[in-house]
């Protein structure tokens, strides 16, 4: 069965042999690919994803990135949580798409990543990030998911945000989270969950 056709403008990996993903851009015309030299775009806009490329004597697979790749792949500031952790983590919120989930801080948006994945389209995911350095970082990492229109990003204390909407989870990765508690109180679902 054929895959998705790969589009200009979509962000995609182009796979080695070794295992190795090459991120860039697709466009319709020449593109420097770092660590592979220049190549023709042309040759993969409106192929099927999959397709395989074809420079010198090596075949690289293009391929869209999923979660765990744009997690694997972020330009990293604080400790981030991986694929595995995260997984554990969106299991144990019992996250569907849909939900609404409240997260802090947004340190690299690593996790931010994974709860996008899990909320998709029609959830929300809102993050709550005390310093600008880091919420402007994540903001460009995230902004690689398909899900980022589901994604309020704030300036804040988690402590004493106020949030209007009640959320069905909330994940806290912040060194003291027992101060949100009272805060998390006012907006947390009843029998909605609680991971820090
Ligand atoms: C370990 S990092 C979070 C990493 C993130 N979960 C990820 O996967 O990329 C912790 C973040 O919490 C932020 N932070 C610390 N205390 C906070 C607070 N009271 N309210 C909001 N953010 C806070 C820090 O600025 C930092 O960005």
């Known amino acids: 069965m054929a895959g998705a056709m790969l589009r200009e403008g979509d962000l995609i990996y182009l796979l080695d ?22 190549i023709d775009g042309s040759r993969l806009v409106d192929r099927p994803e999959g397709s395989v490329l074809r420079v010198g004597e090596r075949g690289f697979h293009a ?11 972020l330009d990293r500031g604080p400790q981030v949580i991986t694929p595995k952790d995260a997984a554990t983590i969106v299991f144990r919120l019992d996250l569907k798409p849909g939900d ?5 801080g947004v340190g690299s948006g690593s996790l931010t990543t994974a709860l996008l ?20 970082k994540a903001r460009r990492n995230v902004e690689r998911s398909p899900f980022a229109k589901a994604w309020d990003l704030r300036i804040g204390d988690v402590a004493s945000v106020a949030v209007e909407a009640q959320v069905d989870a909330v994940a ?21 969950r609680l991971c820090a």
Request: glycine residues 14%; charged residues 20%; negative net charge.
């Open 100 to 104: 609404a989930v409240l997260e802090s």
């Open 63 to 73: 391929l869209r990135p999923g979660a765990n790749e744009l997690m694997e792949s």
């Open 172 to 192: 806290l990765d912040v060194p003291a989270p027992w101060l949100a508690l009272e805060n998390v109180n006012g907006f947390l679902r009843p029998g909605g």
């Open 117 to 136: 994945n899990a909320v998709g389209a029609e959830g929300l995911v809102i993050s709550v990030e005390l310093r600008e350095e880091f919420a402007a």
């Open 17 to 38: 042999d070794r295992g190795r993903r090459h991120f860039l851009i697709l466009s319709g015309g020449m593109m420097k690919v770092a660590g592979l030299g220049v």
